[in-house]
Every structure is written in structure tokens, then in C-alpha cells.
T-cell receptor, first 117, second 116 residues
Framework: DADVTQTPRNRITKTGKRIMLECSQT?????MYWYRQDPGLGLRLIYY???????NKGEISDGYSVSRQAQAKFSLSLESAIPNQTALYFC????????????????FGPGTRLLVL | AQSVTQPDIHITVSEGASLELRCNYS??????LFWYVQSPGQGLQLLLK??????LVQGIKGFEAEFKRSQSSFNLRKPSVHWSDAAEYFC??????????????FGQGTELSVKP
């Protein structure tokens, strides 16, 4: 089984709809992240969480919200989807307990492809 | 501005030829450095990473990368490319200016095509 799973894998929605993307991990990592990928822009950080009680905005958090329901679950919500939120969304995890830079190594889920019409 | 740059958007090489993908960063202190690969329709897989020590690091799938402090570069290399290496490659850094860490900054990506 995959260590980091994302549901759904593909989603089509309409402008103005609220949608939720879910991420679950079995790696036991405290840190979780949400990124979006756009062609030519690489991946950009939306939100990150260092533990269940810690939520932080990333580079492009406007229009998004998150919920850390448990150590293993981190959800991303689009309150009112708009077409320019069409992108590939990735969840990632890392373990701050790693020595040196090992704690900075992030492990990615398979991604959710979102299309907003 | 602080950034990670991959100058080549798209590279095409022949199968069996050598490969070098470029990555430059513009952070003052040496960051933690990573290369990830994304195969079509897949997530990101870690190829290799550099934190400290030997500046030539070996990764999976026959890839290696060399950290050059004087050039602020971390170029990815492979001596002989296989058709299955066709994918998009991302360089990423964690700038050490952030005490909490965790802020992985990505380059724009380089798409690799392999000719038979």
C-alpha cells in the first residue's frame, strides 16, 4: 500500500462549488504539506502543518483552507472554486525527527488532478 | 529575489547518451538540495539529496548530482540515458535561513525526452 494517498485522483467541478481534497499517510510523519503544480511554475506551497495543532500559510494560500483532522490526515478545501484553481495538487509529508537534513526530506502522494469549469 | 532556477525547460537526448540537468539557487547559505522525478501521470519520487559532506551524491536509477558552492549549482547527471528516464525533473531546496525548515522551494522543472 502507498504511504501517502490522495483522494480523489481526478475531479471535475464547476465554478463556485466547494470541494475538498483529502490526504492520508501511514508514514507516521508529523509534518504535512499541500502543493499545487502548474505547467512551467513547478510546485508551489499552499499550506503546511507541523503537527495537529499547527497550521501555516504557504506561498499561495488565498482561496484555500485546510484541516488537520489527525496526525495522518490533512485536507485541502476550495471554498468557492474558480477556473484558475485548475491544477495538479500534491500532498507531502516529512519527519522532523530525522538527523541533519533528513527531517527535510518530503515524500509525495500521487496527486489529484482538478478541473474547474 | 531568492529562487531556484532550472534554465532548461525541455531537453531531448538520444538513448544511451549522457545527460546533465542544470539547477542553480540564489540563497546565501548552503541549502538542503534535492532532485525529484515525476513520470507521466505519477507523483514525485525522490532521486537524491545533499545535506553536507561529499559534494558528489549518488541517487537511485543511476543518477548522481554534484554540489558546487562557488557556482550555487546542483546539477543532475546520468552517464547513459534509458528510454524509461523520460519524465519531468525538479530541483528543490530547503533554504537554511528558515529556522523551522520545511519550506521546500521548487524550480520550474525540466522535461526530458529520450529519442530511440
Amino acid at each position: 500500500d502507498a504511504d501517502v494517498t490522495q483522494t480523489p485522483r481526478n475531479r471535475i467541478t464547476k465554478t463556485g462549488k466547494r470541494i475538498m481534497l483529502e490526504c492520508s499517510q501511514t508514514k507516521g510523519h508529523d509534518r504535512m504539506y499541500w502543493y499545487r503544480q502548474d505547467p512551467g511554475l513547478g510546485l508551489r506551497l499552499i499550506y503546511y502543518s507541523f503537527d495537529v495543532k499547527d497550521i501555516n500559510k504557504g506561498e499561495i494560500s488565498d482561496g484555500y483552507s485546510v484541516s488537520r483532522q489527525a496526525q495522518a490526515k490533512f485536507s485541502l478545501s476550495l471554498e468557492s472554486a474558480i477556473p484558475n484553481q485548475t491544477a495538479l495538487y500534491f500532498c507531502a509529508t516529512s519527519d522532523p525527527g530525522g538527523s541533519g537534513g533528513s527531517g527535510e526530506t518530503q515524500y509525495f502522494g500521487p496527486g489529484t488532478r482538478l478541473l474547474v469549469l | 529575489a531568492q529562487s531556484v532556477t532550472q534554465p532548461d525547460i525541455h531537453i531531448t537526448v538520444s538513448e544511451g547518451a549522457s545527460l546533465e540537468l542544470r539547477c542553480n539557487y540564489s540563497y546565501g547559505a548552503t541549502p538542503y538540495l534535492f532532485w525529484y522525478v515525476q513520470s507521466p501521470g505519477q507523483g514525485l519520487q525522490l532521486l537524491l539529496k545533499y545535506f553536507s559532506g561529499d559534494t558528489l551524491v549518488q541517487g537511485i536509477k543511476g543518477f548522481e548530482a554534484e554540489f558546487k558552492r562557488s557556482q550555487s549549482s546542483f546539477n543532475l547527471r546520468k552517464p547513459s540515458v534509458h528510454w524509461s528516464d523520460a519524465a519531468e525533473y525538479f530541483c528543490a531546496v530547503v533554504p537554511m535561513i528558515y529556522n523551522q525548515g520545511g519550506k521546500l522551494i521548487f524550480g520550474q522543472g525540466t522535461e526530458l525526452s529520450v529519442k530511440p
